[in-house]
Protein backbone atom coordinates (compact mmCIF):
# COMPACT_ATOMS: atom_id res chain seq x y z
CA UNK A 1 0.00 0.00 0.00
CA UNK A 2 1.36 3.57 -0.51
CA UNK A 3 2.56 5.49 2.09
CA UNK A 4 -0.13 7.64 3.83
CA UNK A 5 0.25 11.68 4.43
CA UNK A 6 -1.64 12.90 7.52
CA UNK A 7 -2.85 9.62 8.64
CA UNK A 8 -5.67 9.24 11.40
CA UNK A 9 -3.56 6.48 13.35
CA UNK A 10 -5.38 4.29 16.57
CA UNK A 11 -2.73 3.82 18.93
CA UNK A 12 -3.49 -0.08 20.59
CA UNK A 13 -1.54 -0.70 23.65
CA UNK A 14 -1.77 -4.69 23.03
CA UNK A 15 -1.31 -5.87 26.49
CA UNK A 16 -4.59 -3.74 27.27
CA UNK A 17 -6.84 -4.08 24.07
CA UNK A 18 -8.61 -7.64 24.10
CA UNK A 19 -7.81 -11.01 25.47
CA UNK A 20 -8.75 -14.13 24.19
CA UNK A 21 -6.88 -16.38 26.57
CA UNK A 22 -8.54 -15.90 29.75
CA UNK A 23 -4.82 -14.76 30.89
CA UNK A 24 -6.15 -11.49 32.09
CA UNK A 25 -3.60 -9.53 29.12
CA UNK A 26 -4.39 -8.89 26.11
CA UNK A 27 -3.41 -10.31 22.69
CA UNK A 28 -2.94 -10.52 18.91
CA UNK A 29 -5.59 -12.66 18.75
CA UNK A 30 -7.33 -9.93 20.35
CA UNK A 31 -6.30 -6.97 18.59
CA UNK A 32 -7.82 -8.89 15.55
CA UNK A 33 -10.96 -9.78 17.11
CA UNK A 34 -11.48 -5.60 17.74
CA UNK A 35 -10.45 -4.20 14.38
CA UNK A 36 -13.58 -3.91 12.86
CA UNK A 37 -14.30 -1.41 15.33
CA UNK A 38 -10.92 0.27 14.83
CA UNK A 39 -11.70 -0.25 11.13
CA UNK A 40 -14.96 1.22 11.81
CA UNK A 41 -14.17 4.12 12.97
CA UNK A 42 -12.57 5.19 9.45
CA UNK A 43 -8.66 5.55 10.31
CA UNK A 44 -5.80 5.06 8.30
CA UNK A 45 -3.35 3.04 10.30
CA UNK A 46 -3.32 1.19 13.79
CA UNK A 47 0.05 1.61 15.81
CA UNK A 48 1.33 -1.28 17.94
CA UNK A 49 3.01 -0.76 20.99
CA UNK A 50 5.70 -3.30 21.69
CA UNK A 51 5.10 -6.70 20.81
CA UNK A 52 8.33 -8.09 21.18
CA UNK A 53 9.55 -10.52 23.89
CA UNK A 54 10.38 -8.27 26.89
CA UNK A 55 10.52 -8.94 30.51
CA UNK A 56 8.17 -5.99 30.81
CA UNK A 57 9.77 -4.25 33.21
CA UNK A 58 8.94 -1.25 31.43
CA UNK A 59 5.91 -2.28 29.94
CA UNK A 60 7.42 -3.70 26.92
CA UNK A 61 9.89 -1.12 26.09
CA UNK A 62 12.30 -3.31 27.66
CA UNK A 63 12.72 -5.67 24.52
CA UNK A 64 14.65 -9.10 24.68
CA UNK A 65 14.39 -9.72 21.16
CA UNK A 66 13.47 -7.52 18.76
CA UNK A 67 12.72 -9.93 15.87
CA UNK A 68 10.04 -12.04 17.83
CA UNK A 69 6.50 -12.10 19.48
CA UNK A 70 6.30 -12.51 23.04
CA UNK A 71 4.37 -15.23 24.09
CA UNK A 72 2.08 -13.56 25.87
CA UNK A 73 1.03 -11.87 22.98
CA UNK A 74 0.52 -14.95 20.30
CA UNK A 75 2.78 -16.59 17.81
CA UNK A 76 4.58 -15.15 14.25
CA UNK A 77 1.30 -17.02 12.92
CA UNK A 78 -0.85 -14.81 14.87
CA UNK A 79 1.13 -11.81 13.97
CA UNK A 80 0.95 -12.24 10.00
CA UNK A 81 -2.91 -12.92 10.24
CA UNK A 82 -3.35 -9.69 12.12
CA UNK A 83 -1.72 -7.77 8.85
CA UNK A 84 -3.89 -9.61 6.35
CA UNK A 85 -6.84 -8.88 8.47
CA UNK A 86 -5.85 -5.17 8.68
CA UNK A 87 -5.10 -4.99 5.33
CA UNK A 88 -8.54 -6.60 4.43
CA UNK A 89 -9.99 -3.78 6.38
CA UNK A 90 -7.80 -1.01 4.22
CA UNK A 91 -5.84 -0.30 7.58
CA UNK A 92 -1.60 0.30 7.66
CA UNK A 93 -0.02 -1.50 10.47
CA UNK A 94 2.82 0.64 11.72
CA UNK A 95 5.10 -1.41 14.30
CA UNK A 96 6.81 0.38 17.63
CA UNK A 97 11.11 0.12 16.89
CA UNK A 98 12.85 0.81 20.46
CA UNK A 99 16.01 1.09 19.09
CA UNK A 100 17.18 3.35 21.95
CA UNK A 101 18.18 0.46 24.05
CA UNK A 102 17.81 -3.41 25.20
CA UNK A 103 16.32 -5.03 27.79
CA UNK A 104 18.86 -5.85 30.36
CA UNK A 105 18.33 -9.75 29.70
CA UNK A 106 19.23 -9.08 25.96
CA UNK A 107 21.39 -11.76 24.95
CA UNK A 108 23.75 -9.15 23.28
CA UNK A 109 24.09 -7.60 26.86
CA UNK A 110 24.18 -11.04 28.85
CA UNK A 111 26.83 -11.72 26.29
CA UNK A 112 28.94 -7.93 27.03
CA UNK A 113 28.06 -8.81 31.17
CA UNK A 114 29.70 -12.47 30.79
CA UNK A 115 32.99 -10.41 28.90
CA UNK A 116 32.58 -10.40 25.31
CA UNK A 117 33.82 -7.11 24.27
CA UNK A 118 32.59 -7.08 20.91
CA UNK A 119 29.00 -7.20 22.47
CA UNK A 120 30.27 -4.53 25.18
CA UNK A 121 30.74 -2.22 22.21
CA UNK A 122 26.76 -2.55 21.73
CA UNK A 123 26.54 -0.45 24.52
CA UNK A 124 28.26 2.39 26.42
CA UNK A 125 30.30 0.94 29.24
CA UNK A 126 32.88 2.70 31.25
CA UNK A 127 35.68 2.42 33.83
CA UNK A 128 35.31 3.85 37.39
CA UNK A 129 36.56 7.12 38.22
CA UNK A 130 39.46 6.52 40.65
CA UNK A 131 37.10 7.11 43.48
CA UNK A 132 35.23 4.17 42.20
CA UNK A 133 32.49 6.85 41.49
CA UNK A 134 30.34 6.31 38.12
CA UNK A 135 32.20 8.90 35.04
CA UNK A 136 30.06 11.90 34.78
CA UNK A 137 27.06 13.55 36.10
CA UNK A 138 24.59 12.12 33.66
CA UNK A 139 20.93 11.06 35.01
CA UNK A 140 18.42 9.20 33.19
CA UNK A 141 15.10 10.47 32.73
CA UNK A 142 13.20 9.20 34.95
CA UNK A 143 15.36 10.60 37.60
CA UNK A 144 18.26 7.71 38.95
CA UNK A 145 21.56 8.26 37.91
CA UNK A 146 22.08 6.84 34.05
CA UNK A 147 25.15 4.53 35.50
CA UNK A 148 24.95 1.00 36.58
CA UNK A 149 27.66 -0.48 37.85
CA UNK A 150 28.65 -4.25 37.03
CA UNK A 151 30.89 -6.05 39.32
CA UNK A 152 31.34 -8.92 36.87
CA UNK A 153 32.91 -6.25 33.90
CA UNK A 154 33.77 -4.04 37.15
CA UNK A 155 32.52 -1.10 34.69
CA UNK A 156 29.66 1.28 34.46
CA UNK A 157 26.98 1.24 31.83
CA UNK A 158 24.98 3.65 30.28
CA UNK A 159 21.10 3.63 30.71
CA UNK A 160 18.88 6.61 29.62
CA UNK A 161 15.66 5.33 31.16
CA UNK A 162 15.44 2.35 33.84
CA UNK A 163 18.75 0.13 34.88
CA UNK A 164 17.30 -2.97 33.20
CA UNK A 165 17.24 -0.76 29.66
CA UNK A 166 20.84 -0.53 28.71
CA UNK A 167 21.15 2.36 26.12
CA UNK A 168 22.83 1.25 22.94
CA UNK A 169 25.73 2.37 21.23
CA UNK A 170 23.88 3.30 17.28
CA UNK A 171 26.64 4.35 15.92
CA UNK A 172 28.37 1.02 16.03
CA UNK A 173 28.40 -0.61 12.47
CA UNK A 174 27.32 -3.90 13.92
CA UNK A 175 23.98 -2.33 15.72
CA UNK A 176 23.19 -0.77 12.76
CA UNK A 177 23.36 -3.45 10.89
CA UNK A 178 21.32 -5.58 13.02
CA UNK A 179 18.34 -2.41 13.02
CA UNK A 180 18.44 -2.79 9.53
CA UNK A 181 18.16 -6.18 9.48
CA UNK A 182 15.18 -6.34 11.77
CA UNK A 183 13.38 -3.53 10.43
CA UNK A 184 13.58 -4.91 6.97
CA UNK A 185 12.23 -8.41 8.48
CA UNK A 186 8.96 -6.46 9.53
CA UNK A 187 8.66 -4.69 6.36
CA UNK A 188 9.16 -8.04 4.27
CA UNK A 189 5.98 -9.35 6.27
CA UNK A 190 3.89 -6.37 5.19
CA UNK A 191 4.45 -3.62 7.67
CA UNK A 192 3.32 -0.17 6.22
CA UNK A 193 5.73 1.95 8.84
CA UNK A 194 7.33 2.25 12.35
CA UNK A 195 6.82 4.40 15.45
CA UNK A 196 10.42 5.57 16.65
CA UNK A 197 10.97 5.07 20.30
CA UNK A 198 12.42 8.40 22.13
CA UNK A 199 14.15 9.53 19.03
CA UNK A 200 15.32 12.18 20.44
CA UNK A 201 17.74 10.28 22.75
CA UNK A 202 19.70 8.30 20.17
CA UNK A 203 23.29 10.10 20.51
CA UNK A 204 25.27 11.22 23.12
CA UNK A 205 28.33 13.59 23.29
CA UNK A 206 31.50 10.72 23.19
CA UNK A 207 33.52 13.39 25.19
CA UNK A 208 31.53 12.02 28.63
CA UNK A 209 31.65 15.90 29.41
CA UNK A 210 29.64 16.39 32.61
CA UNK A 211 25.87 18.11 31.48
CA UNK A 212 25.85 21.74 32.81
CA UNK A 213 23.10 22.51 35.44
CA UNK A 214 19.49 23.91 33.84
CA UNK A 215 18.82 27.16 33.76
CA UNK A 216 15.22 28.17 35.21
CA UNK A 217 13.87 28.14 31.61
CA UNK A 218 15.22 24.88 31.05
CA UNK A 219 14.17 23.67 33.94
CA UNK A 220 10.97 24.45 33.22
CA UNK A 221 10.98 23.07 29.66
CA UNK A 222 12.99 19.35 30.18
CA UNK A 223 10.69 16.54 29.83
CA UNK A 224 9.62 14.97 33.43
CA UNK A 225 7.71 16.76 36.24
CA UNK A 226 9.63 19.53 38.32
CA UNK A 227 10.60 17.06 40.99
CA UNK A 228 12.51 15.02 38.89
CA UNK A 229 16.29 15.57 38.91
CA UNK A 230 16.92 14.87 35.11
CA UNK A 231 15.01 18.45 34.89
CA UNK A 232 18.00 20.08 37.00
CA UNK A 233 20.13 19.26 34.16
CA UNK A 234 20.76 21.00 30.69
CA UNK A 235 20.81 17.62 28.56
CA UNK A 236 23.56 18.71 26.21
CA UNK A 237 25.86 15.98 26.23
CA UNK A 238 23.84 12.90 26.95
CA UNK A 239 21.62 13.79 24.37
CA UNK A 240 22.13 14.94 21.06
CA UNK A 241 19.04 15.45 19.50
CA UNK A 242 20.15 17.78 16.59
CA UNK A 243 22.59 15.01 15.38
CA UNK A 244 19.82 12.49 16.16
CA UNK A 245 18.10 14.20 13.09
CA UNK A 246 20.67 13.56 10.74
CA UNK A 247 20.62 10.11 11.87
CA UNK A 248 16.70 9.75 11.09
CA UNK A 249 18.34 9.13 7.43
CA UNK A 250 19.42 5.85 8.34
CA UNK A 251 16.23 5.43 9.65
CA UNK A 252 14.29 6.37 6.22
CA UNK A 253 17.37 4.30 4.44
CA UNK A 254 16.67 1.34 6.67
CA UNK A 255 12.40 1.05 6.46
CA UNK A 256 11.98 2.24 2.60
CA UNK A 257 11.08 5.39 1.05
CA UNK A 258 6.96 3.97 1.18
CA UNK A 259 7.27 3.36 4.82
CA UNK A 260 5.71 5.86 7.02
CA UNK A 261 7.62 6.88 9.43
CA UNK A 262 6.62 9.08 13.05
CA UNK A 263 9.19 9.58 16.39
CA UNK A 264 8.89 10.34 20.14
CA UNK A 265 10.65 13.58 20.52
CA UNK A 266 11.02 13.50 24.54
CA UNK A 267 12.75 16.53 24.60
CA UNK A 268 10.85 19.15 25.56
CA UNK A 269 13.38 21.59 24.70
CA UNK A 270 13.05 23.24 21.91
CA UNK A 271 10.10 20.56 21.04
CA UNK A 272 8.68 22.17 17.82
CA UNK A 273 12.10 23.01 16.31
CA UNK A 274 13.61 19.61 16.94
CA UNK A 275 10.30 17.79 14.85
CA UNK A 276 11.01 19.98 12.22
CA UNK A 277 14.55 18.93 11.94
CA UNK A 278 13.60 15.76 12.20
CA UNK A 279 10.99 15.59 9.52
CA UNK A 280 13.33 17.21 6.53
CA UNK A 281 13.34 15.21 3.08
CA UNK A 282 14.46 11.83 3.32
CA UNK A 283 14.00 11.69 7.52
CA UNK A 284 10.91 10.85 9.29
CA UNK A 285 7.36 11.95 8.28
CA UNK A 286 6.17 13.86 11.82
CA UNK A 287 7.53 13.47 15.10
CA UNK A 288 4.98 14.21 17.99
CA UNK A 289 5.82 16.22 21.05
CA UNK A 290 4.30 16.38 24.33
CA UNK A 291 3.17 20.29 23.92
CA UNK A 292 -0.66 19.26 23.05
CA UNK A 293 -1.40 16.57 25.88
CA UNK A 294 0.59 18.73 28.43
CA UNK A 295 -2.04 21.68 27.99
CA UNK A 296 -4.55 19.68 27.46
CA UNK A 297 -4.76 21.01 23.68
CA UNK A 298 -5.37 24.41 25.00
CA UNK A 299 -5.69 27.27 22.29
CA UNK A 300 -2.30 29.12 22.99
CA UNK A 301 -0.63 25.48 22.55
CA UNK A 302 -2.38 25.20 19.22
CA UNK A 303 -0.90 28.81 18.07
CA UNK A 304 1.94 28.14 19.91
CA UNK A 305 2.66 25.07 17.49
CA UNK A 306 1.11 26.61 14.22
CA UNK A 307 4.12 30.00 14.64
CA UNK A 308 6.90 27.73 15.32
CA UNK A 309 6.43 25.02 12.63
CA UNK A 310 6.68 25.62 8.73
CA UNK A 311 3.29 22.63 8.16
CA UNK A 312 1.74 20.84 11.12
CA UNK A 313 1.97 18.23 8.34
CA UNK A 314 5.00 17.45 10.37
CA UNK A 315 3.93 17.29 13.63
CA UNK A 316 1.57 14.49 15.05
CA UNK A 317 -1.59 15.47 17.15
CA UNK A 318 -2.95 13.55 20.41
CA UNK A 319 -3.98 14.27 23.74
CA UNK A 320 -3.14 11.34 25.70
CA UNK A 321 -0.94 7.69 25.61
CA UNK A 322 -0.06 4.67 26.87
CA UNK A 323 2.56 7.17 28.90
CA UNK A 324 -0.08 10.29 29.41
CA UNK A 325 -3.06 10.22 31.52
CA UNK A 326 -6.37 10.22 29.81
CA UNK A 327 -7.84 13.50 28.65
CA UNK A 328 -10.98 12.73 28.89
CA UNK A 329 -13.78 14.24 31.68
CA UNK A 330 -16.83 12.63 30.31
CA UNK A 331 -17.90 15.98 30.00
CA UNK A 332 -18.98 18.52 27.18
CA UNK A 333 -15.01 18.97 26.67
CA UNK A 334 -14.72 15.72 25.15
CA UNK A 335 -16.31 16.22 21.71
CA UNK A 336 -15.08 19.37 21.68
CA UNK A 337 -11.34 18.25 21.54
CA UNK A 338 -12.29 15.50 19.74
CA UNK A 339 -13.54 18.13 16.77
CA UNK A 340 -10.36 20.30 17.16
CA UNK A 341 -8.24 17.39 16.66
CA UNK A 342 -10.08 16.05 13.64
CA UNK A 343 -10.04 20.14 12.41
CA UNK A 344 -6.45 20.55 12.88
CA UNK A 345 -4.06 19.54 9.85
CA UNK A 346 -1.53 16.62 10.00
CA UNK A 347 -1.44 13.27 11.37
CA UNK A 348 -3.87 12.49 14.13
CA UNK A 349 -3.34 9.81 17.00
CA UNK A 350 -6.06 8.71 18.85
CA UNK A 351 -5.21 6.46 21.92
CA UNK A 352 -7.54 3.00 22.36
CA UNK A 353 -10.90 4.28 24.32
CA UNK A 354 -10.46 7.79 23.95
CA UNK A 355 -13.48 7.51 21.45
CA UNK A 356 -14.91 5.99 24.49
CA UNK A 357 -14.54 9.28 26.34
CA UNK A 358 -12.65 7.02 29.20
CA UNK A 359 -11.60 9.19 31.79
CA UNK A 360 -8.05 8.66 33.74
CA UNK A 361 -8.89 6.05 36.33
CA UNK A 362 -7.30 5.76 39.64
CA UNK A 363 -5.47 3.41 41.16
CA UNK A 364 -4.70 1.85 44.59
CA UNK A 365 -0.84 1.56 44.97
CA UNK A 366 -0.41 -2.07 45.70
CA UNK A 367 -1.95 -2.72 41.48
CA UNK A 368 0.70 -0.59 40.01
CA UNK A 369 3.56 -2.25 39.04
CA UNK A 370 5.21 0.52 36.48
CA UNK A 371 8.57 1.56 38.03
CA UNK A 372 8.42 5.26 37.24
CA UNK A 373 4.64 5.48 38.94
CA UNK A 374 5.87 3.65 42.06
CA UNK A 375 9.35 6.06 42.08
CA UNK A 376 7.42 9.15 43.04
CA UNK A 377 3.83 7.58 44.22
CA UNK A 378 1.70 9.16 44.74
CA UNK A 379 2.91 12.19 43.16
CA UNK A 380 3.47 11.94 39.26
CA UNK A 381 0.69 12.17 37.05
CA UNK A 382 1.35 8.03 36.41
CA UNK A 383 1.38 5.90 33.50
CA UNK A 384 -0.64 2.74 34.60
CA UNK A 385 -4.31 4.58 34.81
CA UNK A 386 -3.86 5.59 30.70
CA UNK A 387 -3.39 1.27 30.60
CA UNK A 388 -6.15 0.36 32.22
CA UNK A 389 -7.68 -2.43 30.09
CA UNK A 390 -10.57 -1.50 27.31
CA UNK A 391 -14.14 -1.62 28.24
CA UNK A 392 -15.50 -3.20 25.35
CA UNK A 393 -19.15 -3.84 26.59
CA UNK A 394 -20.46 -1.97 29.40
CA UNK A 395 -22.81 -4.62 30.91
CA UNK A 396 -20.78 -8.02 30.25
CA UNK A 397 -18.58 -9.43 32.50
CA UNK A 398 -15.34 -7.91 32.83
CA UNK A 399 -16.47 -5.57 30.27
CA UNK A 400 -15.59 -7.86 27.59
CA UNK A 401 -11.96 -7.50 27.91
CA UNK A 402 -11.27 -10.92 29.60
CA UNK A 403 -13.05 -14.20 30.54
CA UNK A 404 -10.07 -13.70 33.25
CA UNK A 405 -8.73 -10.94 36.11
CA UNK A 406 -7.40 -8.10 34.22
CA UNK A 407 -3.72 -7.32 35.03
CA UNK A 408 -4.93 -4.01 36.01
CA UNK A 409 -8.36 -3.42 38.30
CA UNK A 410 -10.78 -2.34 35.46
CA UNK A 411 -14.08 -0.10 37.30
CA UNK A 412 -15.17 2.32 34.72
CA UNK A 413 -18.40 3.45 35.46
CA UNK A 414 -20.78 1.60 33.19
CA UNK A 415 -23.59 4.21 32.93
CA UNK A 416 -20.85 6.88 31.50
CA UNK A 417 -19.74 4.24 29.72
CA UNK A 418 -22.46 3.29 27.94
CA UNK A 419 -23.79 7.09 27.27
CA UNK A 420 -20.33 7.63 25.54
CA UNK A 421 -20.53 4.67 23.63
CA UNK A 422 -23.88 5.66 22.26
CA UNK A 423 -22.85 9.17 21.38
CA UNK A 424 -18.99 9.89 21.67
CA UNK A 425 -18.03 6.85 19.23
CA UNK A 426 -20.72 7.72 16.92
CA UNK A 427 -19.06 11.46 16.53
CA UNK A 428 -15.70 10.01 16.44
CA UNK A 429 -16.71 7.99 13.02
CA UNK A 430 -18.57 10.82 11.58
CA UNK A 431 -15.34 13.58 12.45
CA UNK A 432 -12.64 10.93 11.12
CA UNK A 433 -14.54 10.34 8.10
CA UNK A 434 -15.23 14.66 7.48
CA UNK A 435 -11.66 14.74 8.30
CA UNK A 436 -10.61 12.42 5.30
CA UNK A 437 -13.32 13.19 2.86
CA UNK A 438 -12.66 17.14 3.31
CA UNK A 439 -9.33 17.34 3.48
CA UNK A 440 -8.72 18.59 6.85
CA UNK A 441 -5.85 16.69 8.04
CA UNK A 442 -3.82 17.35 4.69
CA UNK A 443 -4.76 20.86 5.10
CA UNK A 444 -2.91 23.83 5.85
CA UNK A 445 -3.56 26.74 7.98
CA UNK A 446 -4.36 29.91 6.67
CA UNK A 447 -5.09 31.58 10.20
CA UNK A 448 -4.89 31.34 13.92
CA UNK A 449 -6.23 33.39 16.30
CA UNK A 450 -6.56 32.75 19.78
CA UNK A 451 -8.51 35.18 22.52
CA UNK A 452 -8.02 33.76 25.89
CA UNK A 453 -9.65 30.01 25.74
CA UNK A 454 -11.41 30.56 22.05
CA UNK A 455 -9.17 29.17 18.95
CA UNK A 456 -10.49 30.68 16.01
CA UNK A 457 -9.03 28.57 13.13
CA UNK A 458 -8.90 28.58 9.84
CA UNK A 459 -7.83 26.09 7.32
CA UNK A 460 -7.40 25.70 3.31
CA UNK A 461 -8.17 21.92 2.77
CA UNK A 462 -7.02 19.85 0.14
CA UNK A 463 -10.36 19.45 -1.43
CA UNK A 464 -10.08 23.43 -2.25
CA UNK A 465 -12.73 24.47 -0.40
CA UNK A 466 -11.98 27.04 3.19
CA UNK A 467 -13.21 26.09 6.62
CA UNK A 468 -13.36 28.09 10.00
CA UNK A 469 -13.28 26.57 12.95
CA UNK A 470 -14.16 27.73 16.49
CA UNK A 471 -13.18 25.71 19.54
CA UNK A 472 -14.16 27.47 23.05
CA UNK A 473 -12.18 25.70 25.64
CA UNK A 474 -14.35 27.13 28.71
CA UNK A 475 -14.74 30.55 27.06
CA UNK A 476 -18.13 31.21 26.82
CA UNK A 477 -20.37 31.92 23.56
CA UNK A 478 -18.12 32.61 20.76
CA UNK A 479 -17.95 36.06 19.63
CA UNK A 480 -18.79 37.00 15.82
CA UNK A 481 -19.89 33.03 14.64
CA UNK A 482 -20.42 32.51 11.13
CA UNK A 483 -23.79 32.37 9.89
CA UNK A 484 -25.10 29.36 7.65
CA UNK A 485 -25.41 26.05 8.73
CA UNK A 486 -22.36 24.68 10.53
CA UNK A 487 -20.41 21.26 8.68
CA UNK A 488 -19.86 20.04 12.04
CA UNK A 489 -21.06 20.90 15.45
CA UNK A 490 -19.49 19.21 18.97
CA UNK A 491 -22.50 20.85 20.97
CA UNK A 492 -25.03 18.00 19.77
CA UNK A 493 -23.48 16.15 22.03
CA UNK A 494 -23.79 15.51 25.53
CA UNK A 495 -26.86 17.60 25.98
CA UNK A 496 -27.60 16.31 29.57
CA UNK A 497 -24.25 17.47 30.55
CA UNK A 498 -23.11 21.35 32.09
CA UNK A 499 -21.12 22.88 28.87
CA UNK A 500 -19.53 24.85 31.04
CA UNK A 501 -18.24 27.09 27.93
CA UNK A 502 -16.98 24.36 25.71
CA UNK A 503 -17.96 24.99 21.86
CA UNK A 504 -16.48 23.40 18.98
CA UNK A 505 -18.33 24.15 15.67
CA UNK A 506 -16.50 23.75 11.95
CA UNK A 507 -17.76 26.20 9.28
CA UNK A 508 -17.24 26.28 5.35
CA UNK A 509 -15.89 29.84 4.80
C1 LIG B 1 8.71 6.08 25.58
C2 LIG B 1 7.68 5.00 25.79
O1 LIG B 1 6.47 5.45 25.25
C3 LIG B 1 7.64 4.75 27.27
O2 LIG B 1 6.56 3.95 27.63
C4 LIG B 1 8.96 4.15 27.67
O3 LIG B 1 9.03 4.00 29.07
C5 LIG B 1 10.14 5.04 27.24
N1 LIG B 1 9.98 5.54 25.91
C6 LIG B 1 11.42 4.24 27.25
O4 LIG B 1 11.39 3.29 26.23
Sequence with gaps: MARSSAPAIYQIYPRSFQDTTGSGVGDLQGIIRRLDHVAGLGVDAIWLSPIYVSPMVDGGYDVVDHTAIDPRFGTMADFEALIEKAHGLGLHVYLDQVLNHTSDQAPWFQAAIDGDDEKADYY??????????????????????????????????????LPEQPSLNLRCGSVQNLIAAQMKGWRDLGVDGFRFDVVTAFLWDESLKDNPPATPEVHRKVAGEVFNPYTYQDHVYDMLPGDGATYAENLRKWAGDDAYLFGENTSGNSSIELAMAFTEP?????????????????????????????????????????????????????????????????????????????????????????????LYWPDGPGREGARVPMPWDAVADGYAFTAGTPWLPMNWDRADLQRAQAQLSPFYRQIV????????????????????????????????????????????????????DPVVTANVLCPNLVSKGWYGTVWKA
Design 124 to 161: LWRDPRPDGGPPNNWLAQFGLPAWKWNHKRRQYYFHQF
Design 433 to 484: GLRRDLGWGTAKVTECTVIGDLLDLTICATNGYTYRGLFSHGAGDFRDPPTG
Design 282 to 374: GRLDSVYTTDLPENRGNPATVKDMVDRSDSLQRIAGWLSSHDQPRHGRGDASDPVLALQMAFLPGPWIIYQGEEYGLPQPDLAREDVSDPLDL
